[in-house]
T-cell receptor, first 113, second 116 residues
Framework: AQRVTQPEKLLSVFKGAPVELKCNYS??????LFWYVQYSRQRLQLLLR??SRESIKGFTADLNKGETSFHLKKPFAQEEDSAMYYC???????????????FGTGTQLKVEL | DTGVSQNPRHKITKRGQNVTFRCDPI?????LYWYRQTLGQGPEFLTY????????KSRLLSDRFSAERPKGSFSTLEIQRTEQGDSAMYLC??????????????FGPGTRLTVT
């Protein structure tokens, strides 16, 4: 069965400092990896997906199949980045995966001034 | 269309009572998902529908839980004989189906259930 691990429950950084939120996964096939974000009092929303290979709000994430990791990075943290971040995995929909998401436990990012 | 909506937003019930939640997905989305989130955890998959067909159910979904999507539009999740362990946030999400390119799941605000 697939599994997603986010080792840090809380990550506190100063504004302008680099950010790295860790995510490791276990699955023997070819999963799709996502980062979802939940800002205070807002609903869960997609931040980025590995297949798009794009940068959203200055965040990037590279899928490392050798290390089975999908860490989220941003070079300079902003106050508005404070939120809960969830890493999630979906089985490749093109090979029969149902597109259901398996989430990690989340990392609360706090950006301090 | 303002996105996925869920009702009620909060529900407090006594142990042993039945509760029903409703989810209205984005209108053109064929797929609808239910997740459950407890404190300190990420959302956990419960079940999903492709149109009106329920295609997968998690082992988390005991026989006290039932979900329907009778006309392929809104969905309901019913919990019978609620237990304190059912206290959680119940999230609904919808997405386009395979072949429509974008599989992003759009989440609703959730229904917070408290069983006393």
């Amino acid at each position: 069965a697939q599994r997603v691990t986010q080792p840090e429950k809380l990550l506190s950084v100063f504004k302008g400092a680099p950010v790295e939120l860790k995510c490791n996964y276990s699955y023997s096939g070819s999963p799709e990896l996502f980062w979802y974000v939940q800002y205070s009092r807002q609903r869960l929303q997609l931040l980025l997906r590995h297949i798009s290979r794009e940068s959203i709000k200055g965040f990037t994430a590279d899928l490392n199949k050798g290390e089975t990791s999908f860490h989220l990075k941003k070079p300079f943290a902003q106050e508005e980045d404070s939120a809960m971040y969830y890493c999630a995995l979906s089985l490749n929909i093109l090979t029969g995966g149902g597109n259901k998401l398996t989430f990690g436990t989340g990392t609360q990012l706090k950006v301090e001034l | 269309d303002t996105g996925v909506s869920q009702n009620p937003r909060h529900k407090i019930t006594k142990r042993g009572q039945n509760v029903t939640f409703r989810c209205d997905p984005i209108s053109e989305h064929n797929r609808l998902y239910w997740y459950r989130q407890t404190l300190g955890q990420g959302p956990e998959f419960l079940t999903y529908f492709q149109n009106e067909a329920q295609l997968e159910k998690s082992r988390l979904l005991s026989d006290r839980f039932s979900a329907e999507r009778p006309k392929g539009s809104f969905s309901t999740l019913e919990i019978q004989r609620t237990e304190q362990g059912d206290s959680a946030m119940y999230l609904c999400a919808s997405s386009p189906s395979l072949g429509q390119g974008n599989y992003e799941q759009y989440f609703g605000p959730g229904t917070r259930l408290t069983v006393t």
